[in-house]
DNA sequence: AAATTAAATCATGAATCAATCACAAAATTC
DNA sequence: GAATTTTGTGATTGATTCATGATTTAATTT
């Protein structure tokens, strides 16, 4: 069991309910919860997860979408309308991407969605950026890329792994174009534009050199940033 | 109908005006705001917006980025650039990531972002923080900043360590800006926009200046104003 | 496997930007 | 309106960041 991983948070034990009606899935969630250092308590149907609430209310819900009796949005509904309720964060499991389009339009919110198949470390990644701004409300809105990587954008702050990264101006910059369509190749000439559209002298060494220092300062999230021979540059997920 | 939990908050109830054109998001905003016992009016286009703002002053807006008929930073702009609507905190609803910048570039931009998909629950805290910031910058009360910094700002009076700090006008206006959005970066132009908004020849080593000499005179708290290399300054806690 | 090409790395000089200073210009105070 | 305080300017200094060309390493082609 490894608590360490854990110490960033608040020291008491946070409980996770699960509310998933496949049991291999909701034991997958289950066990890299716990190794983290979670406590969990899986439920396959609705009525068994409103029993237990009464009892005791969980730190955070991983609720997926689609259960055979109720539907996952009825359960989020009710519980956010229910005032003692309501500020358990709840974690979506959805089976496609573009469903998460539907709960955005739709009148509730999650405060995080994960869609289906996901990797274990990811949803840990997830409940833990989840529970961590619910200690620190006053902190900004940090968009959030690959599970470890943070960004805040007001306050020109990046974070990998909850860390801070001092990221030169221009490495920022570097980082937001290649974050702007993820997996999109920049060639060279494209960068070099972006980061500066009035020098045209610049040589192309010199992206380089700032995907070096970029990769260097962004430790683990540094290999994401992929090299396409002969043709540019990419953030890969 | 939970009213405790705005115990925090002056007692006169706090009215939201939404401007949000997909009806659905507007009124998950709303039933939520209501249940922390704000009262909300939502609007679907900057037209009816506007013309209720002439009969009432709400006392924070929540604004979508991206409204159809207008942009929301049209919106935005329009109510700072007005003395009589210019104090109403905004704050701005995005869909993507590259939209912050705007918003941050924005000279007085919005006082707070959310990204979409967002949940409620963190919606609410922020309007919560907004208004409480609002509330302590008019306050008779001193407010504290960083264990070692008070501010008088009825008094026009600053103390660092208990020892008082003899700031001039535009220090203190300086200062007050930069706590305003505590860890939030302006620029230059910013800064000396909210110093003297009429008087636009004023060079960018000017600001230099100031946050040199607010820095000297706040001694050991001065050091929490931070430079951010071709972007502005900053102060962080 | 050798040759070829491109990317990663490194050290260094150039360029940029912030901090500081001394002084001039405004604005306040007396 | 003289004196004093505050604000703005331009120059100088110092530190950081950026750009470059050479060199090493890795990938691809023949």
Known sequence: ?????????DLPIKTIFIL????DIAELIAINLKKSGFKTKEFTNAD???????KEKPDLLILDLMLPDTDGLEVCKSLRSNSSYSSIP???????????????????GADDYVTKPFSPRELVARVKAV????????NQDRVRVADILEIDFAKFEVYVEGKKAELTNTELKLLKL?????????????????????DKGVLDRTVDVHIKNLREKLGPAGKLIKNIRGVGYKFEV
Do not use: C
């Open 90 to 108: 709840i974690i979506m499991l959805t089976a496609k991407a573009d469903e998460i389009d539907k709960i955005i339009g739709l009148e509730l």
């Open 1 to 9: 069991m490894n608590q360490s991983q854990n110490s960033s948070l």
């Open 178 to 198: 290649l974050l702007h369509k993820k997996g999109w190749v920049y060639s060279r000439g494209q960068i070099l534009d972006y980061l500066d559209p009035d």
């Open 20 to 23: 998933e009606d496949e049991p």
């Open 48 to 54: 068994l997860f409103y029993k237990q609430l009464k």
């Open 131 to 138: 529970l961590r701004r619910e200690i620190d409300l006053n």
